[in-house]
């Protein structure tokens, strides 16, 4: 693994206890800017844990979080996001009968006029616009009034990210957005996630390996709590233990 | 062994399957392909008499399926594995096997049931008397398999079996269902995982706007890429 | 904890093409036309007194509508907000001889710092828990009342305040006068609603809209939601203090019911009857209600009965209320063309 100077996240040590319960242990690694990292590892290794102590759901109970240098280990969760750190959900979180434009716009308010009960809300522009630019930005200007819950799943997972864009993340963390999509969706999904990588850093689980090729230069293996391999895909795939416990024979396609 | 024939379906005012006609041959595994929203979930679900306005006709072994109630399919020979595996979380891995014996026939006895499933699924295995819940997505997913094998039925509806799994469990998973076929089940397999299924399967049948639009071997749609790309964009 | 598997969110397939809760063309004028409407209601009604009290119940579910169908908190202890203003209302006017303004302002402050307190208890637990912590504390506040005999005048209510006319330096209100009455009270509650209805479209609004559907969303994008919600407790109780002081006004005494759960049961069932989540719903709920109530006590003694049955078909087959259902229907119809 080659040491990456200026990281933009760096964990170290980073573990997390349930009582007798290790969902995560000794996670040491460091994120270059502007890079799209993958995640991988058999449910349960600890995937979903390490996201949530990325983006302050949880906190560590062993190692430290620096992000951008500084030390998260105390800052509380709302204030994640505002200094540049959003999280995207596995199973779609979103805010259903608000419309797609009405949940990005929410999201983007949140940095600004949380307690505010005496403008009109549909004066303030400024938040419309910016939604709307979020909306076209995940191909979503076409259901900008639908309500949420009405969209078809790939636009609902779509839709999922244009919320965590609202906070303008430096860092995005995308906890398998393309559950349950099609080849076809998935296709989208992966240019989508391209282009928002250019202007960002993206940490992704996911489960769907021609995907994660296409997109990530570098992948996280975790298995039972602890990251047990770090590096090119090709470098992954061709790991033993990886193969063992996760990819399989097939180099994670899944098929003999 | 399962013949659809103009089916049509409706949610509330959606008119979601427009006639569509498929037949499932015994001992083969037919895969079901097609975009999200194409009809696949809604037509394995009306099959399984869990959508309440239908029309047409649905026959298994001869027998009409949608003049039934929803229970009644189990007794003749149909299992289903559904998109969201339903097992229940609080009861041991032993206990949901036992929820799939319950109105199994007399010849089959809990004992050696169980331990054939054991044998078929060594994580199982290990897992007998731990809780569902603490399970991960995968082992859930063998286990809502197991359970819909452990009464023997004759054809067996699976809905999305890969969708998020990992891919050393998805490779079992598939020689788990060539097992099946070479043990003379039948299966109906939904996925969007379109390489993998039509790996597997003997014939594949591709749905779109809630109809047939392409019917053929697996081998014969794994080779032509036009199809693919227009109905299931691989 | 794990999740149990990764549910593919479906769509119900009956959920409208437009939100139904879209801060639309018509929320501009939501509270002058309520206002309208209820200027013409002493008119339609059978008596003044019901329709003044139709404006004090619409307001107290108006007030209560702001926690349940906005901010989607079920609390079954509002009584405690509407008797405390209904309390310290008369307590101020019969002990301490304060004007009726006064002692009504004190009274909605008062309660509101009672919203406060309860609030900030209640807001940690969610759901079932919560509903029954704030019936709990609502009948603390009731058991102190009972206690406080000589402040509340105990199981026989509060009496000896009777407000005749009110005094505005200009010009006095002729209070016994049922007109009078009427405009005074809605004057009151037409101001509440202005005022309710800026803080629903200001961007508060939208943020208690986004806790209730989804809290831990709201979370992640950084919303402080337990203070949030306990902002909109605070306004609740506000309101329903204030609806608690007009009734007071109104009756010129204050039953020791005022403090019960049934009061409280009140609230719910209005706002579920007109419409949760709706600006004008609960007024609908509170007019029917209180119809339905006079109606049907006319007829059988059993009145009670059969009020409960009416609102179990309501949430049988009315679930969005009678204002909701029939907005609903009307988006519909304008997403249609």
Same mark, same amino acid.
């Given at each position: 693994?080659?040491?990456?100077?200026?990281?933009?996240?760096?964990?170290?040590?980073?573990?997390?206890?349930?009582?007798?319960?290790?969902?995560?242990?000794?996670?040491?690694?460091?994120?270059?800017?502007?890079?799209?990292?993958?995640?991988?590892?058999?449910?349960?290794?600890?995937?979903?844990?390490?996201?949530?102590?990325?983006?302050?759901?949880?906190?560590?109970?062993?190692?430290?979080?620096?992000?951008?240098?500084?030390?998260?280990?105390?800052?509380?969760?709302?204030?994640?996001?505002?200094?540049?750190?959003?999280?995207?959900?596995?199973?779609?979180?979103?805010?259903?009968?608000?419309?797609?434009?009405?949940?990005?716009?929410?999201?983007?308010?949140?940095?600004?006029?949380?307690?505010?009960?005496?403008?009109?809300?549909?004066?303030?522009?400024?938040?419309?616009?910016?939604?709307?630019?979020?909306?076209?930005?995940?191909?979503?200007?076409?259901?900008?009034?639908?309500?949420?819950?009405?969209?078809?799943?790939?636009?609902?997972?779509?839709?999922?990210?244009?919320?965590?864009?609202?906070?303008?993340?430096?860092?995005?963390?995308?906890?398998?957005?393309?559950?349950?999509?099609?080849?076809?969706?998935?296709?989208?999904?992966?240019?989508?996630?391209?282009?928002?990588?250019?202007?960002?850093?993206?940490?992704?689980?996911?489960?769907?390996?021609?995907?994660?090729?296409?997109?990530?230069?570098?992948?996280?293996?975790?298995?039972?709590?602890?990251?047990?391999?770090?590096?090119?895909?090709?470098?992954?795939?061709?790991?033993?233990?990886?193969?063992?416990?996760?990819?399989?024979?097939?180099?994670?396609?899944?098929?003999? | 062994?399962?013949?659809?024939?103009?089916?049509?379906?409706?949610?509330?005012?959606?008119?979601?399957?427009?006639?569509?006609?498929?037949? #499932?041959?015994?001992?083969?595994?037919?895969?079901?392909?097609?975009?999200?929203?194409?009809?696949?979930?809604?037509?394995?679900?009306?099959?399984?008499?869990?959508?309440?306005?239908?029309?047409?006709?649905?026959?298994?072994?001869?027998?009409?399926?949608?003049?039934?109630?929803?229970?009644?399919?189990?007794?003749?020979?149909?299992?289903? #594995?559904?998109?969201?595996?339903?097992?229940?979380?609080?009861?041991?891995?032993?206990?949901?096997?036992?929820?799939?014996?319950?109105?199994?026939?007399?010849?089959?006895?809990?004992?050696?049931?169980?331990?054939?499933?054991?044998?078929?699924?060594?994580?199982?295995?290990?897992?007998?008397?731990?809780?569902? #819940?603490?399970?991960?997505?995968?082992?859930?997913?063998?286990?809502?398999?197991?359970?819909?094998?452990?009464?023997?039925?004759?054809?067996?509806?699976?809905?999305?079996?890969?969708?998020?799994?990992?891919?050393?469990?998805?490779?079992?998973?598939?020689?788990?269902? #060539?097992?099946?076929?070479?043990?003379?089940?039948?299966?109906?397999?939904?996925?969007?995982?379109?390489?993998?299924?039509?790996?597997?399967?003997?014939?594949?049948?591709?749905?779109?706007?809630?109809?047939?639009?392409?019917?053929?071997?697996?081998?014969?749609?794994?080779?032509?890429?036009?199809?693919?790309?227009?109905?299931?964009?691989? | 904890?794990?999740?149990? %598997?990764?549910?593919?969110?479906?769509?119900?397939?009956?959920?409208?093409?437009?939100?139904?809760?879209?801060?639309?063309?018509?929320?501009?004028?939501?509270?002058?036309?309520?206002?309208?409407?209820?200027?013409?209601?002493?008119?339609?009604?059978?008596?003044?007194?019901?329709?003044?009290?139709?404006?004090?119940?619409?307001?107290?579910?108006?007030?209560?509508?702001?926690?349940?169908?906005?901010?989607?908190?079920?609390?079954?202890?509002?009584?405690?907000?509407?008797?405390?203003?209904?309390?310290?209302?008369?307590?101020?006017?019969?002990?301490?001889?304060?004007?009726?303004?006064?002692?009504?302002?004190?009274?909605?402050?008062?309660?509101?710092?009672?919203?406060?307190?309860?609030?900030?208890?209640?807001?940690?637990?969610?759901?079932?828990?919560?509903?029954?912590?704030?019936?709990?504390?609502?009948?603390?506040?009731?058991?102190?009342?009972?206690?406080?005999?000589?402040?509340?005048?105990?199981?026989?209510?509060?009496?000896?305040?009777?407000?005749?006319?009110?005094?505005?330096?200009?010009?006095?209100?002729?209070?016994?006068?049922?007109?009078?009455?009427?405009?005074?009270?809605?004057?009151?509650?037409?101001?509440?609603?202005?005022?309710?209805?800026?803080?629903?479209?200001?961007?508060?609004?939208?943020?208690?809209?986004?806790?209730?559907?989804?809290?831990?969303?709201?979370?992640?994008?950084?919303? %402080?939601?337990?203070?949030?919600?306990?902002?909109?407790?605070?306004?609740?109780?506000?309101?329903?203090?204030?609806?608690?002081?007009?009734?007071?006004?109104?009756?010129?005494?204050?039953?020791?019911?005022?403090?019960?759960?049934?009061?409280?049961?009140?609230?719910?069932?209005?706002?579920?009857?007109?419409?949760?989540?709706?600006?004008?719903?609960?007024?609908?709920?509170?007019?029917?209600?209180?119809?339905?109530? %006079?109606?049907?006590?006319?007829?059988?003694?059993?009145?009670?009965?059969?009020?409960?049955?009416?609102?179990?078909?309501?949430?049988?087959?009315?679930?969005?209320?009678?204002?909701?259902?029939?907005?609903?229907?009307?988006?519909?119809?304008?997403?249609?063309?």
């Amino acid at each position: 693994m080659n040491p990456v100077s200026n990281p933009i996240l760096e964990v170290e040590n980073l573990g997390r206890r349930f009582g007798a319960f290790t969902a995560l242990e000794g996670v040491s690694a460091a994120f270059g800017e502007g890079r799209i990292t993958a995640i991988i590892g058999p449910n349960g290794a600890g995937k979903s844990t390490f996201f949530n102590l990325l983006s302050g759901a949880l906190k560590p109970t062993s190692g430290s979080l620096r992000f951008s240098g500084r030390d998260m280990s105390r800052v509380p969760q709302a204030r994640f996001a505002h200094l540049g750190i959003a999280r995207s959900y596995q199973i779609t979180n979103l805010f259903p009968r608000l419309t797609a434009h009405e949940n990005v716009r929410t999201a983007i308010q949140a940095r600004t006029h949380r307690y505010d009960f005496w403008s009109r809300r549909d004066a303030l522009t400024g938040l419309g616009t910016r939604a709307d630019e979020i909306l076209d930005a995940v191909g979503l200007s076409g259901r900008r009034d639908r309500p949420a819950a009405s969209l078809a799943h790939g636009e609902q997972r779509a839709l999922e990210i244009g919320i965590s864009l609202a906070a303008d993340p430096k860092l995005l963390l995308l906890d398998e957005p393309t559950a349950g999509m099609g080849p076809e969706e998935t296709k989208e999904m992966v240019a989508l996630l391209r282009r928002l990588g250019e202007s960002r850093t993206i940490l992704l689980v996911e489960h769907k390996m021609k995907m994660i090729l296409g997109l990530s230069e570098r992948i996280l293996v975790l298995h039972h709590g602890r990251l047990i391999a770090d590096g090119t895909p090709s470098e992954i795939q061709a790991d033993r233990e990886v193969r063992r416990v996760y990819l399989g024979q097939s180099g994670g396609y899944g098929h003999a | 062994m399962l013949e659809i024939d103009r089916l049509d379906a409706w949610y509330g005012p959606s008119h979601v399957l427009h006639g569509l006609s498929l037949e #499932v041959r015994p001992g083969e595994i037919l895969a079901l392909v097609g975009r999200n929203g194409a009809g696949k979930t809604t037509t394995m679900k009306a099959v399984m008499g869990l959508i309440p306005k239908v029309a047409g006709s649905v026959r298994f072994l001869g027998e009409d399926l949608l003049g039934r109630p929803a229970h009644a399919r189990f007794p003749l020979g149909l299992a289903y #594995v559904p998109e969201d595996r339903r097992i229940v979380p609080g009861l041991t891995v032993r206990e949901n096997l036992k929820l799939g014996l319950l109105r199994a026939p007399a010849s089959i006895k809990e004992g050696p049931a169980i331990a054939e499933i054991a044998e078929t699924f060594p994580r199982l295995a290990e897992r007998l008397d731990q809780t569902a #819940v603490t399970m991960s997505g995968g082992e859930q997913q063998m286990l809502a398999i197991a359970r819909a094998m452990i009464a023997r039925p004759k054809l067996i509806l699976l809905d999305e079996p890969s969708e998020g799994i990992m891919p050393v469990l998805v490779e079992e998973m598939g020689r788990l269902f #060539v097992a099946l076929r070479e043990r003379g089940v039948t299966l109906l397999l939904v996925e969007q995982n379109v390489e993998w299924a039509l790996n597997l399967a003997d014939r594949a049948v591709i749905i779109d706007q809630g109809a047939v639009v392409h019917e053929s071997s697996a081998a014969a749609l794994r080779a032509d890429t036009a199809i693919q790309d227009r109905y299931c964009a691989v | 904890m794990q999740t149990l %598997d990764q549910t593919v969110v479906e769509a119900p397939p009956t959920v409208p093409r437009r939100s139904p809760i879209a801060l639309g063309g018509v929320s501009r004028w939501r509270a002058p036309l309520s206002i309208l409407a209820l200027l013409a209601l002493p008119f339609l009604l059978p008596s003044q007194a019901l329709a003044v009290n139709v404006l004090i119940y619409g307001l107290y579910a108006v007030g209560y509508n702001l926690l349940y169908g906005y901010t989607g908190l079920l609390s079954f202890g509002h009584a405690a907000f509407f008797g405390t203003g209904a309390y310290l209302t008369g307590i101020g006017i019969g002990a301490f001889g304060l004007h009726p303004l006064l002692a009504m302002a004190l009274a909605v402050v008062a309660a509101s710092g009672l919203a406060l307190v309860i609030g900030t208890v209640s807001i940690r637990s969610r759901g079932i828990y919560f509903a029954m912590v704030t019936l709990a504390l609502a009948q603390l506040v009731y058991y102190v009342a009972l206690q406080a005999s000589s402040w509340t005048g105990g199981e026989n209510g509060l009496r000896g305040f009777t407000v005749s006319a009110i005094d505005l330096g200009i010009v006095s209100l002729d209070i016994l006068n049922p007109l009078t009455k009427y405009l005074f009270v809605l004057a009151f509650v037409g101001a509440a609603l202005a005022l309710i209805s800026r803080i629903l479209a200001s961007p508060f609004g939208a943020v208690i809209e986004a806790i209730r559907e989804n809290e831990t969303r709201a979370r992640a994008c950084g919303f %402080d939601v337990e203070r949030t919600k306990l902002l909109a407790f605070v306004l609740s109780g506000l309101f329903c203090g204030l609806a608690g002081a007009l009734s007071a006004i109104h009756l010129s005494i204050v039953p020791l019911d005022s403090l019960a759960y049934h009061t409280s049961g009140t609230a719910v069932v209005m706002t579920l009857v007109g419409g949760a989540g709706t600006f004008f719903g609960p007024f609908v709920g509170a007019l029917t209600v209180l119809v339905l109530e %006079d109606v049907l006590s006319l007829w059988t003694p059993h009145w009670q009965l059969a009020l409960g049955s009416v609102f179990i078909l309501f949430v049988l087959f009315l679930p969005r209320g009678l204002w909701g259902t029939a907005l609903g229907r009307l988006t519909a119809l304008r997403g249609r063309r």
